[in-house]
């Protein structure tokens, strides 16, 4: 078990090492003066000198990179281009911010969205079957920014039971949650009812059946456990998408996180700022697909040994 | 027996629906009589009104106009995306797939790579370095969908290359790109053309969120995300603004999941929900 554990583990470090690289690649593809670029639109010729001999933008590429590798590693992302400040302390203070959004996002996107597909497939060809896998349908092709903004109409402006936007009480955060978790909602829900439909069909389940055991304890107790393998991969993969909604979500409420400043960011061409949240926005995806797979040798016995 | 028909009666919808969004912008110019460029500053922010059905925007252009010949912009971004992306994708996996060995590392690898970013935050970062409009745009969404074209194409390419004809065919002395073309190319395109029709509606809804964050098509070409964006300032005075658009990108990619999942259905049962 340690060995697959360790084997996955040293299987991501190649992985972070190379999301470096791409991104380094990435944010060195700007057209123009990389050291104009760095300095910002409003640095003086002066100053684009300096940083160019500062971050050794004369130097060839490789040994720029192995720079950058070593200040990374160091926790030193950069200088912002627009305030100057250290790029980690600009992300530090909106870390929270968006974490608390993503996480409460994947609680409410995985809860509610195996729930519903667990009672989904528990009731195949029902009313209720079709009815939760056409709102899941809606879902999944809603606009997370447009929902967003509907949400914001109806319990806003119209009802007044909710905040229109902003960070801070517990009640801001509702609206938010609901549309960026809305579409993985509705992908989970899908995946946890086929997945369960294809497992019902397996020879173990009938048995379970035979037996006379509770429908109820068929389904979680049996079948449940051998759906969740690719339900899992699915929820790993939704956490990235609900980073990428979550540069949305935020710019719909105006929730002081990491998506608006990379929104800022970008419209401002401050490049360091860029470049420090695409790393962390990498490397945070990376980690949730590592802890991923490292929960199948849990979930499914059989992965130990292969 | 019920239940294949209502699978193609989803398809169908889906058809329908795509259908009238494509004869719908195509007709435009003789069912119109707005152009959707044309700013009015005496007729600006105005409510839904028989002149003009969907109302105006903040520079007095009728939002019907603006949302009909907005299809053509995000369709147009939509297939020129997925196009970019499967002309690149398949060849790709084909020969990862098929070949094996080095290549299919070196180019696994690379996938990995790729998806270790999530999608739109990939293209959101190209689009940072290459700057908005339509072409960018088209770039930024298709690059960041090239690793499932990739990853689709290498599975049918890996499961074929074990099957006994292919065997057959290379012991026949086949050369290597005829049995790629013959033989595991025609098993790809069920899947290519599924992945595709579901990709069309998420590259719309990428582009979208593009256009919306201000990313997008340069003004004043009328686009789904674009016009929401815009609307969000007005949300509270003047909600169809932004209403409408959305409503449009919605019954799109609605239209293009419908489709999708009903070929899926329609061409391989086995194959599951995403």
Not at chain 1, 239 to 263: D, I, N, Q
Not at chain 2, 19 to 37: E, M
Not at chain 2, 261 to 267: C, S, V
Request: charged share 15%; glycine share 10%; net charge positive.
């Amino acid at each position: 078990m340690s060995s697959y554990l360790l084997r996955r583990i040293g299987l991501a470090l190649p992985t972070l090492f190379g999301v470096t690289v791409v991104i380094f690649l990435i944010i060195r593809l700007i057209p123009g003066d990389p050291a104009r670029v760095i300095a910002g639109l409003q640095a003086s010729d002066e100053e684009v000198r300096r940083i160019r001999t500062q971050l050794g933008l004369d130097e060839p590429l490789h040994v720029q990179y192995a720079v950058f590798l070593k200040q990374l590693l160091r926790g030193n992302l950069g200088t912002s281009a627009v305030t100057r400040a250290p790029v980690s302390e600009e992300i530090g203070a909106r870390l929270e911010a968006t974490a608390k959004l993503a996480l409460c996002s994947m609680v409410v996107a995985t809860v509610i969205g195996m729930g519903a597909g667990i009672i989904s497939a528990s009731r195949q060809y029902s009313v209720l079957d079709y009815t939760v896998m056409g709102v899941a349908l809606f879902g999944v092709s809603i606009p997370v920014f447009w929902l967003g903004m509907m949400l914001m109409l109806l319990f806003s402006v119209n009802l007044h039971w909710l905040p229109a936007g902003g960070y801070g009480t517990p009640a801001h955060l509702i609206l938010p949650t609901v549309a960026l978790a809305a579409f993985s909602v509705a992908i989970i829900a899908r995946l946890t009812r086929s997945s369960l439909l294809e497992v019902f069909g397996h020879d173990y389940v009938r048995t379970a059946r035979a037996k006379g055991l509770q429908d109820r304890v068929v389904v979680l107790r049996h079948a449940l456990k051998n759906a969740l393998i690719p339900v899992l991969t699915v929820v790993g993969l939704q956490f990235g998408a609900l980073l990428s909604g979550a540069v949305l979500t935020e710019t719909t409420f105006a929730w002081p996180g990491m998506g608006r400043l990379l929104v800022n960011a970008i419209g401002a061409r401050d490049y360091p700022v860029v470049q420090g949240i695409a790393l962390v926005f990498a490397v945070i995806f990376t980690v949730v697909n590592l802890a991923v797979d490292l929960m199948y040798a849990y979930v499914d016995p059989r992965i130990h040994y292969s | 027996m019920f239940r294949r028909l209502s699978r193609h009666r989803t398809a169908l919808a889906g058809l329908v629906m795509l259908g009238t969004f494509i004869i719908t912008t195509s007709l435009a110019p003789i069912l119109l009589h707005s152009d959707p460029n044309d700013v009015n500053f005496d007729q600006v922010l105005q409510r839904p009104s028989r002149a003009h059905l969907l109302g105006t925007d903040q520079l007095g252009r009728d939002l019907l106009a603006r949302v009909v010949y907005g299809t053509r912009v995000s369709f147009l971004i939509g297939v020129l995306a997925v196009a970019v992306s499967g002309l690149v994708g398949v060849p790709v996996g084909l020969a990862s797939g098929f070949y094996g060995g080095a290549v299919d590392i070196a180019v696994q690898r690379l996938v990995d790579l790729l998806l270790a970013f999530p999608g739109f935050l990939l293209a959101l970062t190209l689009i940072a370095v290459l700057g908005v409009g339509v072409t960018n745009v088209v770039v930024a969404v298709g690059v960041a969908t090239v690793p499932i074209y990739v990853r689709l194409v290498r599975g049918v390419a890996l499961s074929i290359r074990t099957q006994t004809y292919v065997e057959a065919a290379q012991a026949l002395g086949a050369p290597e790109p005829r049995i790629l073309l013959r033989h595991v190319l025609p098993n790809c395109v069920a899947p290519v053309i599924v992945q595709s029709t579901l990709q069309l509606g998420a590259a719309i809804l990428a582009a979208a969120g593009l256009g919306f964050l201000g990313l997008g098509v340069k003004p004043p070409t009328p686009e789904w995300g674009t016009m929401l964006g815009e609307g969000q300032t007005y949300l509270f005075s003047s909600w169809y603004i932004a209403t409408f658009p959305g409503i449009a990108i919605f019954l799109a990619v609605m239209a293009f999941n419908l489709l999708g999942d009903g070929l899926r259905d329609a061409l391989d049962p086995r194959m599951r929900l995403p």
